[in-house]
């Protein structure tokens, strides 16, 4: 397998743009998440889904931030208008039974100026 | 929100040095786990322990499940300059809970 996919990689973005984060999760996982890690507040988690379904949006900071998860092969993340405060690297991590070890993608670096 | 308190924030050694770290929580979780960071790259999950007292190894790597289940402990025996990174925990309360992540430990290794 070739584990949980994220594009892209790196985005550079200006104030105001919509910027998209694609993520293509393990075949087989049910479970579904968001993080965004910076330095001064760790992974947070943003939103998670179960079987396609949101389960819990409370992290997601703002309306700017929507995430969407079409079927079980594939999940955005979309901000707009960014913002130079969402600069971060963003992650999306699967899992089986939820709890059980999070495979985790590798991530996407986003520089908004 | 559940939090996880995971110290030190940041450790120097030398190469073949023993390491230790720890994460402590002000409520009780079902599951620890702890994952390892590079630079670059998401965290890869390193050991897994789902029982109170459980005493798990991973090769030179050896975690704790606290019988509290309040806290959980990571020990690295004769370190290696490749064991540099940024150590998590991580903790859930239920298979139906996701997980909360520590702030990590940032590990460096002097050769």
């Known amino acids: 397998d070739a584990g949980v996919i994220q594009s892209p990689r790196h985005e550079v973005t200006e104030m105001g743009q919509e910027v998209t984060l694609r993520c293509k999760p393990i075949s087989g996982h049910n479970s579904l998440f968001w993080y965004r890690q910076t330095m001064m507040r760790g992974l947070e988690l943003l939103i998670y889904f179960n079987n396609n379904v949101p389960i819990d949006d409370s992290g997601m900071p703002e309306d700017r931030f929507s995430a969407k998860m079409p079927n079980a092969s594939f999940s955005t993340l979309k901000i707009q208008p960014s913002e130079p405060r969402d600069s971060a690297v963003y992650f999306c991590?699967?899992?089986?039974?939820?709890?059980?070890?999070?495979?985790f993608g590798s991530g996407t670096r986003l520089t908004v100026v | 929100g559940q939090q996880l308190n995971q110290s030190p924030q940041s450790m120097f050694i030398q190469e073949g040095e023993d390491v230790s770290m720890n994460c402590t929580s002000s409520?009780?979780?079902?599951?620890w786990l702890w994952y390892k960071q590079e630079p670059g790259e998401g965290p890869v999950l390193l050991i897994a322990l789902y029982k109170a007292g459980e005493l798990t190894s991973n090769g030179r790597l050896t975690a704790q499940f606290g019988i509290t289940r309040k806290d959980s402990f990571l020990n690295i025996s004769a370190s290696i300059p490749s064991d540099v990174g940024i150590y998590f925990c991580a903790g859930s309360v239920s298979g139906n809970t996701p997980l909360v992540f520590g702030k990590g430990t940032r590990l460096s290794v002097i050769a």
């Open positions: 409520s009780i979780f079902n599951t």
């Open positions: 991590a699967s899992s089986f039974s939820g709890a059980d070890g999070y495979t």
